[in-house]
Each structure stands twice: as C-alpha cells, then as structure tokens.
C-alpha cells in the first residue's frame, strides 16, 4: 500500500510544482542559477567520467574482436554506438542521480527540517513550484547537452586510449565513428534524456519535500531518493527501448 | 485583531488542541505561554495556517481563514509575518537578500524603493552593517533579528513569533522582546507570540494566554499573572523562585 501511497502524493506535488508561478522573473531567474548549480557544475563529472567509459568501453571491444574477418573499423563503431544508445544517456542518468538527485534532495530537505518551507508557505509563496520547478526545468534542458557532452568525450577517450594501447589504430578508430552513423539513435537518446532528466530531478525533489524529522531523515531521504531514481530510470528504459527502437 | 473560536487540533487520536477560544488585540503584544509540548506550537501553526485545525474558527479582521479558498489564504497572508523558532532564513540568500524576498516575490516597487525598504527594515533591527553577509556567518541572536526585519518588511498587518528567545542569552532576548514590542506598538500589528520564557512574560505581555496539556488554563496580562491563583500556572510561573520573590514582595507592598 505504501507505494500506491507514496505515487499518490508524487503526483499531487506535480500538481502544486506546475501551477501559476507568483512572478516569472523570480523563476527564471532561480532557473539560472539551479541551471550553473545543477549543470554547469556537473560537466566536469561527465566529462572525467566519459573519457574513461569510452576508453574501456573500445578496449573492451578490441579485446573481443577475436575474429580476423572483422575489421577493426568496428572497434569505434561499438564504442559510439553504446555511448549514443545506452552509456552516455542511461549509465549517466544513474550517475547523476547520484550527484545532482542527491544534492536535489538534502537541499530541500534541509529546507524543511529548518522551517525554511513553512517561512516560504507563511509568505504566499508556492513553495513546492518555487523550489522544485526551476530545478525541474533546469535538469531537464542541462542533461541531453551533457549528453552530448557525455558521447563527446567518451569517443575522444576511445580515441586516446585505443591507440595507445595498440587496440586500434587512430584511422580505423575515426572511419569506425563515421561509419553506419543512425541519427535516429541520437533522437532516441535525446529523448530518453528528457525523461531521466525529470525523473532525476522530480522524484529526488519528493523525497526532499516530504521528509520529516532532522538531519538523520535527510540523509536517509537522500539516499531513498537515489535508489529509488535508479529503479525508475532503469524501468523508464526498458519502456521507451521497447517503445522508440 | 485575530480572534480563535473553539479550535480543536488532533494528531492520530492524540488531542492536542481542545476548545481554544482567544481574542488577539491589535497594537498589543499577544503571549502564548505553556510548558513544552502544551500545544503552543500547534496552536501558532493552526492559526497561520500551516497546519489545519479539526474544528472551530479563526478570523482575522472578521475574516474566516478556516472558510477561506486557497487563492484568499494565499493572499491574506501577504499581511503575515512570521519568526521561526530558528530564524528560517534562506541560507542561499545573504541578509539583504533574505528580507528583499517578499519584496521580489509581491510588490510592484521599483529596485530603488525596495532597497529603501530593505534598508529601513534592517536599520529598524539595527543590522545595517551586516546587510552582505550570510545567515551562516551572523550569530544567533542577529538570525533573530534579520527574520523580524525579513517578517516586517511588506509591513504585516499580522506578526507570529515562535519561540523568538530560544537559545539565546538573557541580554539578547531583552533586545528581541524590546524590538517585538515596540514594531507592534509603532506599526500597530498584531503580534501573536509563542513563549516559556518568563522575563518575555513580564516585559512585554499585554494579553497573555496560558495553555496546558492543549487547554485554555488561564489569561491575563503580565500585571494579573504574578497573583493568579491558578494551580497551572503558579506551577509555570513559580517554578522560577525569582518570581515567587517579586510575587511575596507585592503582597508585602499591599
């Protein structure tokens, strides 16, 4: 029962996130300054933890390829087409789960512990729309640009680590990038983007807004939050790999 | 003014509330006493809203907030101001920041007239100097202080303070309670204000509502309170033998 509970009062925070904002220019305002926070802030994550993704992920591959019929061509074919479809969207919607769903969830938790919430509330202000939109919007428009970002630096990593090791050479790497290339995949992924970017921002800001009790609950909130994104971005993944391929 | 009537507040079968009834008068200094866990802060909670009441009413002005759609609350308490017990001030924010708040959120003033705004308010608490720092590099009392000036500054019909002294030396919690008092009295706003501390009781208490075990005990001002006869709230007052003092010299006097 409690998870038809806890989806009932999911939604009906969605309902108070997305009403008439009191004034438009305090919203964008906070949207920019959640955008820096929860974005900018994260492309040096994304960018250390592409690099390497794309590394191991050709070395993997080259390791694999055992057959001499397959050309080498492949290597940076299979370590772009799993950046594009899966990695840098999915593996790194887990991860910013992690970090921007974490930091999401203790900031307005802490927010409610303090009263800060109730002293919002007391003013006229929607606090739920106040605190969890602009950060709603910001996760959404930030993560399919570190998505791109994420399938950037994880081909460059490809590239610096293939060659090094002598798994692949840098011309058959860079034809294996260029070669089949689907653009819809890209679109595919996009689209997966927008959903784990709401989810990651959503149901983090959830547990952060209805958590009760001190500092203890927050961190217990935080940590809900992350596994409970991560079940539902897995889940989210399964449907619209079903639906969209 | 604010008036409660027959207010009944429960938690999962726990009453904590029962039949409060109160008259809270414009340009006087309204007192909530109690022990902790009386009720005191459910009961601030209830009339401003953020918490819903079982039953009864309450009226601000004549006004019926328990009747009220959200769109009235939300506008009736654009004339609210409140003090959280720990100061609920935004961390992000710094001090000026923090008391522009409302402004930003609410008022059509131009930049220019908000900072005038902004800069009364903090020169009315006496923080002027401390007007770019953050809430986490100010002391406590300062906190308190810049919540009053962030509580005043869309000038409030309506003024809560939960627990304004808490955690604060003797010194500084004259200075809140002497600040309190005299916005109430100049703006002449109604101040409802949560309270175990005696001193707060006996500088600044106009009209007093004492509540035990979430009942109405007693009321009075500060002059009535020291001779009550009330078992309660002798217990309350008198567990401070300062008090039991003043109160045998008065008798003396007489």
Same mark, same amino acid.
């Given at each position: ?24 220019r ?29 590394? #191991? ?21 299979g ?12 593996? @790194?919607?887990?991860? @910013? ?7 999401i969830?203790?900031? #307005? ?7 800060? #919430?109730?002293?919002?509330?007391? @003013? ?12 709603? #919007?910001a ?24 060659p090094a ?58 940590t ?22 | ?31 909530? !006493? ?31 907030f328990?009747?009220m759609?959200?769109?009235?609350r939300?506008?009736?308490r654009?004339? $609210? ?6 100061g ?18 609410f ?30 590099? !100010?002391?406590?009392? $300062?906190?308190?202080?810049?919540? !009053? ?6 000038n ?13 030396d ?9 600040? !309190? ?9 109604t ?10 009781? $006996? ?9 035990? =075990?979430? =009942? $109405? ?14 078992q ?23």
């Open positions: 029962m409690n998870i038809f509970n806890q989806t009932g009062r999911y939604f009906a925070l969605l309902v108070k996130v997305f009403s008439k904002p009191e004034r438009h305090v919203y964008a305002r906070q949207t920019f300054n959640e955008i820096d926070n929860l974005g900018v802030k994260s492309v040096g994550i994304v960018a250390v933890i592409s690099i390497f993704m794309g590394g #191991i992920m050709t070395l993997q591959v080259a390791y694999n390829m055992t057959n001499p019929l397959l050309p080498n061509t492949l290597i940076g074919l370590n772009r087409d799993s950046l594009i479809l899966e990695f840098s969207s999915t593996i @790194m919607g887990l991860i @910013m789960a992690g970090k921007i769903g974490s930091n969830t203790s900031e #307005i938790g802490s927010m409610k512990v303090t009263e800060q #919430i109730d002293s919002l509330e007391i @003013m006229g202000v929607n606090s739920a729309s106040y605190l969890i939109l602009p950060k709603i #919007i996760v959404v428009m930030i993560f399919p640009l570190l998505y791109i970002l994420s399938v950037f630096f994880g081909i460059v990593g490809g590239l610096i680590v293939g090791v002598g798994a692949v050479t840098v011309t058959d790497y860079l034809n294996g990038i260029q070669y089949a290339f689907t653009p819809y995949y890209v679109t595919f992924s996009l689209i997966k983007c927008l959903v784990f970017g709401f989810l990651i921002a959503s149901v983090s800001a959830f547990f952060g807004y209805t958590v009760e009790g001190g500092a203890f609950d927050v961190g217990t909130a935080s809900r939050a992350v596994v409970n994104t991560n079940i539902l971005i897995l889940v989210w993944d399964l449907i619209l790999t079903q639906l969209l391929l | 003014m604010i008036e409660i009537k027959n207010i009944y507040k429960s938690f999962e079968h726990n009453d904590v509330l029962k039949d409060i009834t109160k008259v809270f008068n414009q340009g006087e200094t309204n007192l909530i !006493i109690g022990r902790s866990g009386s009720g005191k802060t459910v009961l601030i909670k209830s009339i401003v809203g953020l918490l819903e009441v079982d039953r009864g009413q309450i009226f601000y002005d004549n006004r019926d328990t009747r759609n959200h769109r009235d939300k506008k009736l654009q004339e $609210m101001g409140m003090v959280f017990q720990g609920a001030l935004f961390d992000s924010l710094t001090v000026e920041e923090n008391i522009r708040f409302p402004l930003d959120m008022s059509e003033l131009s930049t220019a007239e908000k900072q005038k705004q902004v800069d009364f308010c903090l020169d009315r608490v006496n923080l002027v100097e401390a007007n770019k720092l953050y809430p986490s590099e !100010i002391s406590g009392g $300062m906190q308190k202080r810049v919540a !009053i000036a962030r509580a005043i500054v869309m409030p019909k309506y003024l809560f303070c939960d627990e304004p002294n808490s955690g604060l003797p010194e500084t919690s004259m200075v809140i309670d002497e600040l !309190i008092h005299s916005i109430t009295v100049d703006l002449q706003i101040t409802i204000i949560n309270t175990h501390d005696m001193n707060s009781v $006996m500088e600044i208490g106009d009209n007093i509502l004492f509540i035990s =075990e979430g =009942e $109405m005990c007693w009321e009075g001002n500060r002059k009535d309170i020291l001779l009550t006869d009330n309660k709230l002798q217990e309350f007052v008198f567990a401070n033998k300062q008090y039991q003092r003043i109160r045998d010299e008065r008798i003396n006097d007489q």
